[in-house]
């Protein structure tokens, strides 16, 4: 697991002075994007390689609002991994408190839009995504 913090900005609120809830779909990415470096596989990467990630899914729940002003704490697990798939499972909280829950599920594609397997086109980043979640499972 690894924790993003993120403070909340004026702009991402509404007219009932809370954060829009599209809003928690771009933390999500931006959270996802700093696991990935933190845990040596960044998305950088994957695009100098000629390998993106599209999202394929996303779940959000909400459970109460966060406000501007707020430092919200993002966690982010990955959550599956199958070499042409991969899923990230986020939590946000405030104090303590959860916020918001979701996840979501990407596939790999090269630039012709054609579905690649990491374990191919690039080992590392395929060892380092079986290692994360081998670790998750036998926690």
Do not use: Q
Not at 105 to 113: M, T
Request: aromatic share 12%; with cysteine; net charge neutral.
């Amino acid at each position: 697991m690894t924790i993003y913090l993120r403070p909340v900005h004026y702009y991402e609120t509404d007219r009932m002075d809370c954060v829009h809830h599209s809003n928690y779909i771009r933390w999500f990415e931006e959270a996802r994007i700093h696991f990935m470096s933190e845990n040596g596989f960044p998305y950088e990467g994957l695009e100098a390689a000629g390998v993106v990630s599209p999202v394929l899914s996303v779940e959000a729940s909400y459970r109460s609002m966060c406000r501007f002003g707020d430092t919200v704490e993002i966690a982010v697990e990955l959550a599956a991994y199958t070499g042409t798939r991969i899923a990230f499972s986020y939590t946000v909280r405030l104090s303590g408190d959860l916020k918001c829950f979701g996840r979501t599920a990407h596939c790999f594609i090269n630039e012709a839009g054609r579905p690649v397997s990491l374990k191919k086109v690039m080992p590392e980043y395929h060892r380092i995504a079986s290692k994360l979640l081998k670790e998750k499972e036998e926690k």
